[in-house]
């Protein structure tokens, strides 16, 4: 076989690998890239779909109250100013030092409270809409559905980065490879 022939057949193996992972994996690489946009704008959404980070009094973390106390202010604003059905499950504990300000986050519904650390007034009650898009985004959502304990998330991930890879490299070859033809039939 020629050198042209098994270039071109290279070709046609790299036009059916692509073509058939596009359509295989079409919905996932939706779902990635929409919830990817989404992510990229969390912090310039004027807090729709992050909260903004609000100022505390003071950085000197001897000034602040201890973390039980504020915990224990950050569960009642929530039952009190959100709902007393809420679970008072904490997914973290986010620190602004040099906010001086604290976030209670919770499980339940992505709601956060956000604390001033020396002297306990609520800064913001808000949702985390980022981190529901961030369980879209990387699959964890139906991890926390089916209770599989982050193995969907882990498969999920290999595939789609996988697919990636695939896609890069048959993408660059769909392009190089006919320039690569033309220029050798030139010779």
């Known amino acids: 076989m020629g050198k042209r022939k098994k270039q071109a057949k290279v070709l046609r193996i790299f036009r059916k690998i692509h073509r058939t992972t596009g359509a295989l994996l079409f919905i996932f690489f939706f779902f990635i890239s929409i919830s ?45 100013k959100v709902s007393p059905d809420m679970s008072l499950e904490i997914d973290r504990i986010d620190i602004r030092k040099e906010k001086g300000s604290v976030k209670f986050i919770f499980v339940d519904s992505f709601y956060e409270v956000q604390l001033d650390g020396a002297t306990g007034r609520v800064l913001s009650i808000g949702k985390r809409r980022s981190d529901f898009m961030e369980n879209i985004h990387d699959g964890s959502i139906v991890d ?11 498969v999920y991930t290999n595939v789609m980065g996988i697919s ?12 190089y490879g006919p320039k690569r033809m033309r220029k050798a039939n030139k010779t």
């Open 144 to 154: 926390d559905y089916l209770g599989t304990n982050g193995y969907i998330k882990l």
């Open 36 to 80: 990817g946009l989404i992510l990229g704008w969390k912090k310039n959404s004027n807090g729709y779909i992050l909260p903004k980070t609000e100022q505390g009094t003071t950085a000197d973390l001897k000034k602040w109250l201890p973390v039980d106390s504020l915990h224990t202010i950050a569960c009642n604003t929530l039952h009190h």
């Open 164 to 175: 990636l890879l695939i896609f890069t490299i048959t993408g660059f070859w769909l392009w």
